[in-house]
């Protein structure tokens, strides 16, 4: 499965977009308080919610804007999401936006 860099860069061209997937390459820094190892599970939306500040409705459209572009993945655990980083999707795009600039 190839990256999308269209969809990838639409999903990057919003600062607070941006400012979720850079704070997921480094979760235990910018989500302490997360209980679970979020490098290996992932972040709760709703402390991503907490962090950014926005309704759940909005940080959910924007993490779905994410996934969406095959740059993060998301599990369930219960009844929460939680969302991480997609390492190999994000080499990908960087290798692909580079061969095209």
Known sequence: MSIDVSEAL???DNPTRLNILSWL???????PEQEVDP??????????Q????LSQSTVS???????RAQLVTSQRIGPWTYYKRHE?????FQVALKALI
Do not use: M, T, W
Request: hydrophobic share 45%; aromatic share 6%.
């Open 39 to 48: 490098e290996q599970v992932g972040v709760c939306v709703s402390i991503i």
């Open 61 to 67: 459209l924007y993490l779905a804007a994410l996934q």
């Open 25 to 31: 390459k480094d979760p235990r820094h910018h989500f």
């Open 88 to 92: 190999q999707n994000i080499a990908a």
């Open 10 to 12: 639409k999903a990057l």
């Open 50 to 53: 907490d962090r950014v500040g």
